[in-house]
Each structure stands twice: as C-alpha cells, then as structure tokens.
C-alpha cells in the first residue's frame, strides 16, 4: 500500500523505523526493570535489520513498541514515518508482526482457512486473499499442508504459516521476532530464502529481525543491532562488526571436562573474551586473545587444573566472537549474579 | 491499491472471526453433549425440585423459559467476553491488536459465531421442556415475546463487549470476579423464578443485566399468571434505553482499556 502522493524514490530515502532515546520501564508492586534503556536506531528502507542479543536484552520489547503493542516510557518511535505511539491505527495497516513459536489461530481451522480468516482483519478480498495465500504456500513448500487442520501442524509447518499469514497482507514492513526458533535446519533455510526474495522484490519492503542465532543474523541481514541489557552497544553490517575482533587472535581449545576453568582464563591478561560450551563430551572453549604469546598463559593454566588438550585451532572471527567481545559472554550463557 | 475503508473491514472481520466457530461445530460435535444435553438435563432438574416442593404449576413456564435464556447469558460471558483471556494465552490477541480492525468487530463475530449453537441450546431447552411438561403458552404473547427477545439479546451483548474490556486489562483477575458472579447473577435476575419475588429494591438492582427485564417481560407476555415487577412495556423501553448505554460505554471501555493494556503490557503478558 504505497500512498500515490508520495514519489518512490522519497519514500526510500526516508528512514522505515527510527527510534529516539526509547526507553521502557516494566513496573511492578515489587520492582521496576529496565527493558530499554535509551535505544537510538535508524533502519533504511529495503533493509533486512537485525536486532540480536541475549534472552532478556530487550529485543521483544523493541519489537512490541515498533508494532503498537507497547506504549513507550519515554523516547519515540517512528514506524513508516508514523508515531507508535500517537499515529498506531494508521501504522497497523502498514505492518505485520510474526512471532517464532507463536501459537495462534483456532485448531479446528485448516491452514489455509486459518490464514484467510487474519487477512480479513486487514480488509482484503478474499479473492486476493486466497490467490496470494496459494502463491505463497507453493513458494514455502506448505502446499500439502493447506487442507490440513492447524492442530496437526508440526512446528516447522505451523511457522511457515505464520510467515504466509504475516506476508499475506503485503506490509510495508515485515517484524519477525525469533522466527525460526525450533525448527529444524531445512525448515530455518525455507523462511529465511523467503524473507529475503520478499524484501527484494520491492525495494520499498523493509524487515526487522529479532534473533538469537548467529548464522541467521550473519547470513541474513544486511545491518545488525547488538543489544545487552535494554542498551545497544554496537551496529553495523556483519562483516563491519567481525572486524571489531579481526585483530584477535581466535582459538578454539577443547579440553576434557573438570572443574571450572572460565572465570580463571577471563581473568588472564590479553584475554578479551571467553565462552564455554559442553560438546560430546567435553569442553569447548572459544578464546579471544590480543595475541599469540597469551597462548602460553592459558596452557599454563589448562596444565594446572589437569585437564587433558583435546584440540587446539585458530580460526577467523565469526559474528559470534564479535558478540562476546561486545556483551561480555555467550549468547546462551547465563548472566553472572 | 487503496486502502480499505472502516466499514469494510469491521464486516470482513465480523465475517471472518465468526467462521472459526461456525465450522467448529460442525466438525467437532461434542458441543451437541455439552451445549445441549446437559443444560437440557439441568433445566429438567430444576422443574423436578418445584414438583418435589409441590410449587405452582406455572413455575414449570417459569423455569423452562429461564432455562432458555440462559444460555444467552453465558454465550456472552464464557464464549464473548471471557474468550479474550484464551485468545491473549495462544498469541491471537496480540495479532487482533496490531492489525487495522477494531475489537468491537472481533467480539461481534465472536458473538455471531457462538449464537449458532447458543440458539439451538436454547431452542432445545424450549421445545423439549415445552413438550415434556406441556407448559402452556399466551399465543397472542409469542409475537411480542420474540421482539422481547431480540431487544434482550442486543442490550447482552452491547453489555457483553462491555465485560470484554474488563477481560482486555484485567485478564484471569476478571475471569475469577466474574466466575465467582455467575451464581449471583442466575438469581438475581431470577432465571428460575419471577424477579418480582425479590422486592423491589433488589429487582430494580438487579435490572442493570438487561436479562433480568428481558426475561421478566417473556414471561409476562407468554405465561399467564406471572406476577408484575414492572409492565412489559416499561420493561422493553428501558431495555431499550440500555442498548446505546451499553454500547457507547463498550466502545469508551475498550478504546481505554487498549490504552491502559499498552501502557501496562498487558495485551502479551499471557497470564496477567
């Protein structure tokens, strides 16, 4: 739905979401947390934009005030030019909101009945409706599946439905919070092939994405947002934020299990960063170090607990180097109390 | 492409959220057991214990056509209004929110969608007491009764949107209050005897339900006998009255609940 008074290449160049010292506070009798703290963020349009960090760091509540279910503390946001806060029944003609893990709808509907019945709640016809709802599940693979009834739905066919039920629409710009948690490798790769033949085949389409997976963030999205505790601490393109770690030295330790090493490694001088992960069991530690001669520290450490070297590799940086650079740990790693 | 007016999508979306139910019953038929058996059991039970305690004879009329109406009662409480707490636990309230529609749509749908089995509940409950205890009705009583009845079941359900907004900010809270109100409720507006029994002072009252005059006034104009808390024309006007309150009362509740459930995270938060 692209107003006639307004010229496409306008429309490109104004910003899709801008946020302005956006802040939410949750209150409760007992407490008051801070989600977001000060969230200054400009998306172009035609943008795939990324918002990762870890469980917690604020990215629902991003996406909850970007498509009117939140109002914000403080601060604005624009979505589409629009206030989130003051302009919301325009921009929800304007927006779609999938969720990963969502469980909406009724189970005694069939798929494709389910999805018609939302786009309905956007006034289309139901001729449009239908056409383009077929289009879709052909293009995802859902096709068998549109007779079906939602409750014998598996996960993965349940989330390429919400995808349709989101893409049906045709928003201006698509919000996909943790869209393909859960689903197995080939299911992930189908709904992230479309969400990026989606957004390029109108220049106008805009995304944001909340995600928690590295390789989701790092081969779909053309900018990314690095948030931690309601507070962005870097964005950039991926390839810009790998560069953040490209004068680490990145090695890859495997050890055997024993008792914990991670806290006496991240206290070792030249040691950036440090995660942990358990993995057939045993130990996999992904280091970051200023520079080879801290190697030798960290052996001398690995030889005092008596822990026994598996394997020992450098490697390139990844996303996920640059993340625990910036945010301090893992992304799966709980915070320390 | 333009963009589609107001009214276009308030039909399409009254349409499209009354279809999930309609097809539901006729997929699924258990309702048959519980929308209708059961309330036709209950009703039946309730007639037996007038005869046990040797009431009048016309308290069988007045039980069969409360028995009847009961079921718009919790139509509008359990499947309408109350119905916005399960939609907020599967995520569909979320997705009602942010598109373009209106919550007066969805619950209207809602409403249409549960009136298909909430009539044939009560047309059951009617027709089988009717016959099984050959209760006796005005004829000349049954054009203005049904009149009655449609205005009754406006004024519920303009109060039923008026409930859901207190679902919309309060959630399970409201679904307690409410609950633990339906007991009240079936004897304050006298679904099993005439409301007149009550006094005045608790009858009027209890004429804030709209089922309480509505169901006051069927009975007036189809059993004769049935004792006068207010003349059925007086009672159909303030029903009436109770119609655009409802409603405009509905529509300043939802719009400020809305506010105050962004506010407050109320419309994400599952089990507020």
Request: glycine residues 8%; proline residues 4%.
């Amino acid at each position: 739905m692209v107003a006639s008074a307004i010229s496409m290449p306008d429309l490109i160049q104004s910003a899709a979401v801008q946020t302005i010292a956006l802040r939410r506070v949750y209150q409760s009798r007992r407490e008051s947390v801070v989600a977001l703290d000060g969230i200054d963020l400009s998306v172009a349009r035609g943008e795939i934009f990324g918002v990762l960090g870890p469980n917690g760091a604020g990215k629902t509540t991003l996406i909850k005030i970007l498509v009117t279910l939140l109002l914000p503390t403080s601060g604005q946001a624009f979505v589409d030019d629009l206030d989130v806060a003051r302009d919301f029944q325009e921009l929800r003609h304007r927006i779609a909101m999938v969720s990963g893990g969502e469980n909406s709808g009724y189970g005694l509907m069939k798929t494709r009945e389910h999805i018609w019945m939302f786009s309905q709640f956007y006034g289309l016809s139901s001729r449009v409706a239908r056409a383009r709802i077929d289009e879709l599940m052909e293009r995802l693979g859902l096709t068998e599946a549109a007779d079906r009834y939602v409750s014998a739905l598996s996960s993965g066919m349940r989330q390429k439905m919400n995808l349709i039920r989101g893409l049906v629409t045709d928003p201006r710009i698509l919000f996909l919070d943790e869209p393909t948690v859960a689903l197995d490798v080939g299911a992930a790769r189908d709904v992230r092939r479309e969400v990026r033949r989606w957004v390029q085949e109108d220049p106008t389409r805009t995304v944001i994405l909340t995600t928690h997976y590295m390789n989701e963030a790092d081969e779909l999205c053309d900018r990314l947002a690095i948030v931690n505790h309601g507070r962005i601490v870097a964005q950039g393109t991926p390839p810009s934020l790998k560069q953040q770690v490209q004068q680490d030295v990145i090695v890859d330790l495997q050890l055997t299990l024993g008792r914990d090493l991670l806290t006496e490694l991240r206290r070792v001088d030249g040691v950036t960063a440090a995660t942990v992960t358990q993995q057939d069991g045993a130990d996999r530690f992904s280091l970051l170090l200023a520079d080879d001669g801290v190697l030798t520290s960290v052996l001398g450490i690995v030889a005092g607990s008596g822990r026994e070297v598996l394997g020992l590799q450098k490697r390139d940086p990844s996303l996920e180097d640059a993340f625990v650079k910036l945010v301090g740990r893992g992304m799966a790693e709980e915070e320390a109390p | 492409m333009s963009r589609p007016s107001a009214l276009r999508i308030f039909v399409k979306t009254v349409i499209a959220r009354a279809y999930p139910r309609t097809v539901g019953h006729a997929r699924n038929w258990s309702w048959v057991v519980i929308e209708i058996v059961l309330p036709l059991i209950g009703t039946v039970a309730m007639v037996y214990v007038y005869r046990a305690l040797r009431a009048p004879a016309e308290y069988t009329g007045f039980v069969v056509l409360g028995g009847t109406l009961l079921a718009f009662w919790q139509n509008i409480v359990f499947d309408m209004a109350g119905n916005f707490i399960w939609e907020r636990g599967g995520s569909n309230l979320e997705l009602f929110t942010v598109a373009p529609t209106t919550f007066t749509a969805i619950l209207l749908g809602m409403a249409l969608g549960g009136i298909f089995y909430t009539a044939q509940r009560a047309a059951a409950v009617l027709l089988v007491t009717s016959l099984l205890f050959q209760v006796h009705y005005r004829p000349a009583g049954i054009a203005p009764a049904v009149g009655l009845l449609a205005l009754t079941l406006l004024a519920l359900y303009a109060l039923g949107m008026l409930l859901a907004s207190l679902f919309l900010f309060f959630g399970r809270s409201a679904w307690h209050a409410l609950d633990g109100m339906q007991e009240p409720v079936y004897f304050l507006s006298g679904f099993y005897f005439p409301v007149h029994s009550l006094g005045a002072y608790v009858a009027g009252a209890a004429s804030i339900i709209p089922l309480t005059l509505g169901l006051d006034a069927i009975r007036q104009v189809l059993l004769p006998g049935t004792p006068v808390f207010l003349a059925p024309a007086w009672e159909a006007g303030l029903i009436a009255l109770q119609i655009p309150a409802y409603l405009l009362s509905a529509q300043w509740a939802l719009r400020m609940m809305e506010r105050l459930a962004r506010r407050d995270a109320r419309l994400s938060m599952r089990w507020v």
